[in-house]
């Protein structure tokens, strides 16, 4: 990554990548004309590996950033420190697919640039989100999707919802979730964990073999979270999807 100043660089970034619960195996920092350059090679959950970059491509101190995902098992290539930036990461041709991070194919860049765009449509984002989805590989799409989603949900959240009290997610679910999704799609409560949505613009309908609305469920769960004043955990999946013969997509939350 490349930042304007090296004063509490190193400090700063370190915690952010601990706080995200990954440990820092090493860091280099030089200094070039453009700037200070970083790099910092860590480890930990892949599961939080958007969210660390995500919290590093946007920190106050970052210029621009780039992440690399690297396969376990093989040796760090030492000879590419100092390299120029790389945009894209080596792929062996013999890799597990699941060995890759999800974030190989991401440019946080870019989605911080399409949330930007997406807030200023809202709520007119399907025709952007479906076509930023067809931009995705299959690896990454669900992830992706799902993190466009809760970006936007913590947002409406904010935009919409911040001044009332906190709820727990059953009572968010009808007194928030239902009415943030309106303007999008016709939502309703369904049983008291669950809600159902009847035409998610992300069905292709007869195509698919698995649920494929990402985004609503990233959505909703950001929205529940927000609610609780964060004081709940909340996992939402979706259990039935138009795509996939329901007749409506089911979302299930759990808290
Ligand atoms: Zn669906």
Known sequence: MLADQREGLLLQLGQAVISAGFTLARQRLTESPEGVRLMLVVRGPQAQLLALEERLGTHRLVRSFEAIAHEPGQPLNGASYGAPPVTQAPRTQNAEPVARGPAVALDMRRIEAELRLLAQDYPQVFPRLLSLERSFDAESKSTAMRHLGQRIGAWVYKRDFALGAHLAPADALKHVAVPA?????????????????????????????QCNCHFFSGYLEALLKEASGNTAAVAVRETQCRGIGADACVFEIHS
């Open 181 to 209: 999704l309106r303007p999008l799609v016709q939502a309703e409560a369904h049983a008291a964990n669950a809600l159902r949505i009847r035409n998610s613009p992300f069905v292709v309908a007869g195509k698919g073999t």
